[in-house]
């Protein structure tokens, strides 16, 4: 699953083929993962593409799409449905604003995404775009789990229910119940 050294650089960009057989076993991975089957698998490849430099080209026959910066925007999306539906479900039940502003920040950490990453195996995911020998950093992952809350966002058509269903299995919140 390694990129090559030279993509993304100098106007190349990185093939992310839909159709790949090592993409179609970590998309079966990640699906089992999250308990979800994706209507559209580019959101989910391009969230589970962590690379920040240069751009990568999602191809699916004829309709190629281009996306820059890895998958900073589906991460930058889940971050903020996320912080939106904790403070949605938990503004009734905290007594102040500053406990329930501590709240969040203890669910949002990037500490928080990380731990949940392990549990749930997504680093074992990340770790095939990186030189054998490097680790994928704690920056990635919690990069990462945000970037398949924002492609969920998409691809269930904004389903606030599925959201709060996908969070309560990546960050164990409880949102669901």
Not at 79 to 86: K, Q, Y
Not at 102 to 126: E, G, P, Q, S, W
Request: aromatic share 10%; net charge positive; glycine share 6%.
């Amino acid at each position: 699953m390694q990129v090559p050294s030279n993509a993304g650089r100098s106007g190349s960009a990185y093939e992310l083929q839909l159709d790949n057989a090592m993409w179609l076993c970590m998309l079966d991975r990640i699906e089992n993962i999250i308990d979800r089957r994706f209507k559209f698998t580019g959101l989910i490849r391009e969230a589970m593409f962590p690379i920040q430099i240069g751009y990568a080209r999602l191809t699916q026959g004829t309709s190629d799409r281009f996306f820059q910066q890895g998958n900073r925007k589906l991460a930058m999306l889940g971050d903020t449905i996320m912080r939106s539906i904790i403070v949605d479900a938990w503004a009734r039940y905290d007594e102040t604003v500053l406990s329930l502003d501590r709240r969040v920040a203890k669910t949002m950490c990037n500490k928080n995404f990380v731990r949940h990453a392990y549990r749930l195996f997504i680093d074992r995911l990340v770790v095939g775009y990186f030189p054998d020998g490097i680790l994928p950093g704690k920056h990635v992952l919690a990069t990462t789990m945000k970037a398949i809350v924002g492609a969920v966002w998409y691809d269930s058509n904004h389903d606030m229910w599925e959201m709060r269903e996908l969070m309560d299995l990546l960050l164990e919140t409880k949102l669901a119940m």
